[in-house]
């Protein structure tokens, strides 16, 4: 089946220790991205990759890394979480060439 | 900077109705529009894509349409069931190279009975 999978899908941990949020998509799909979801603030996207070694910053990158060593991974790093990244995540991924976009069933952290 | 608007923001309606959700944007220069569904505690689901060359997309009872000139499109919702009780969200794909979806605020439908 082709999916977007993430993981953890519920994480709560507390401020300053270092985690890490997988996606992986099994359709070779060359673009990939996060985005954080908000109440009140909607999706914004965090960070994507349009290849392998290939990432960019997004509308709200700061506070998250992410790596792009194969094609079907893109892991989202918080090197120190704080509170204000409470939120549901979700990655997604497509083809290039502003195709449709495929998105995991979404990752809820708490960071106390 | 894009912006992506649905109102209302809530809807609720019996059973049978047919329905149109709105979805308007600021930009007209979008390659495609996507509308999701998202249901509490879930993921995104993809419903129907419109590129920007298109007029309308249809998939069973939904069918959705854009108007780029205008930065409107709209979800028709045939026969509602309570089934189809969830967020509705559109979503442009913006030129500029990042292949950024730009979302609305979404749009929580309740279906009753």
């Known amino acids: 089946e082709a999916q977007v999978t993430q993981n953890p899908r519920y994480l709560i941990t507390v401020t300053g220790k270092k985690l890490t949020v997988t996606c992986s998509q099994n359709m070779n799909h060359e673009y990939m991205s996060w985005y954080r979801q908000d109440p009140g603030l909607g999706l914004r996207q965090i960070y994507y990759s349009m290849n392998v070694e290939v990432t960019d910053k997004g509308d709200v990158p700061e506070g998250y890394k992410v790596s792009r060593k194969e094609k079907r991974n893109f892991p989202l790093i918080l090197e120190s979480p704080s509170p204000n990244q409470t939120s549901l995540y979700f990655c997604?991924?497509?083809?290039?060439?502003?195709?449709?976009?495929?998105f995991g069933p979404g990752t809820r952290l708490t960071v106390l | 900077k894009q912006e992506v608007t649905q109102i209302p923001a809530a809807l609720s309606v019996p059973e049978g109705e047919n329905l149109v959700l709105n979805c308007s944007f600021t930009?007209?220069?979008?390659?495609?529009l996507q509308w999701f569904r998202q249901d509490p505690g879930k993921g995104l689901t993809s419903l129907l894509l419109?590129?920007?060359?298109?007029r309308e997309q249809t998939s069973g009872r939904l069918n959705a349409s854009l108007d780029k000139s205008s930065g409107r499109s709209t979800l028709y919702i045939a026969a509602s069931q309570p089934g189809d009780s969830a967020t509705y969200l559109c979503a442009v794909l913006t030129q500029g190279g990042s292949e950024k979806l730009v979302f609305g605020k979404g749009m929580k439908l309740t279906v009753n009975p």
């Open positions: 419109i590129q920007s060359s298109q």
């Open positions: 930009d007209s220069a979008i390659y495609n």
């Open positions: 997604a991924s497509s083809f290039v060439g502003y195709h449709e976009q495929f």
